[in-house]
């Protein structure tokens, strides 16, 4: 498979030293409300479940808004915080226009999938958007096969690709619903925007000699900057242009 790669002066510029940046507090502040929401229920002994996505409940379409947000134990939370921030982090940075619309689709159509065909009971938690979100950045850097896409997806592959068991039924107390329904959005979402987001790719000057030579042919010679004009008389002679 034949990488191409991102231009240096592209990838270490301010402008994307910034992008990380901004990245890197997006994240951080979605992280900082879920864990309000967390703890705001650990002080104030009031369970949110109750808000959490039901399936095939006029009233379980709330959870489109609030299930990313509730968790039901310390350990939910932190199991859920670290892969959150490393996807969110990679969407952003690698993607930044088409995670504008990735994101608010993968947020929403995750718990969505879910609410058509999970078990009647009430789910809770960001892991949905966790699938999605680290499907997305895995797919896309696949199809876009530039080092740094792809570089990033074989990162996330070592860290959480044993994750993939969770869109299997298992155990009682995890909504494997919500990681099929936010893997299947990431995928179906990283196709549809895989021609968004491709960084300026690194020319070589043989490459420049492949087009000249593609365009004047392999039997002819290319222009020489100090050969006489049309006009000049005898043009061709050796000693008026070598």
Do not use: C
Not at 104 to 129: D, E, Q
Not at 217 to 239: K, N, S
Request: proline share 7%; aromatic share 12%; no cysteine.
């Amino acid at each position: 498979m034949h990488l191409k790669v991102p231009d240096p002066e592209y990838t270490a510029s301010p402008r994307a030293q910034a992008n990380f940046m901004l990245a890197v507090k997006i994240t951080l502040a979605f992280l900082a409300v879920i864990w309000a929401v967390f703890l705001f229920e650990l002080v104030t002994q009031i369970s949110l479940s109750r808000f959490g996505l039901r399936p095939r409940e006029g009233a379980g379409l709330l959870g489109l808004l609030t299930t990313p947000l509730l968790h039901g134990s310390l350990a939910h939370i932190g199991s859920n915080s670290l892969p959150l921030f490393v996807g969110g982090v990679a969407m952003l940075f690698l993607y930044p226009h088409s995670s504008l619309r990735a994101l608010p689709m993968i947020y929403m159509g995750s718990a969505a999938l879910a609410w058509v065909f999970a078990r009647p009971s009430v789910h809770i938690g960001a892991s949905g958007l966790v699938y999605g979100m680290l499907a997305y950045v895995f797919v896309s850097g696949i199809l876009r096969r530039d080092l740094r896409s792809v570089g990033v997806s074989l990162m996330v592959w070592f860290l959480y690709g044993s994750m993939i068991w969770g869109v299997l039924p298992a155990g009682r107390g995890m909504s494997w619903e919500l990681h099929l329904s936010g893997a299947v959005v990431g995928v179906v979402l990283a196709f549809l925007y895989r021609g968004w987001d491709h960084p300026p790719v690194k020319r070589y000057d043989w490459e420049d000699e492949l087009e000249h030579e593609s365009e004047f042919g392999p039997d002819q010679d290319f222009p020489d900057p100090d050969r006489p004009a049309d006009g000049d008389q005898d043009p061709w002679r050796r000693d008026r242009w070598h």
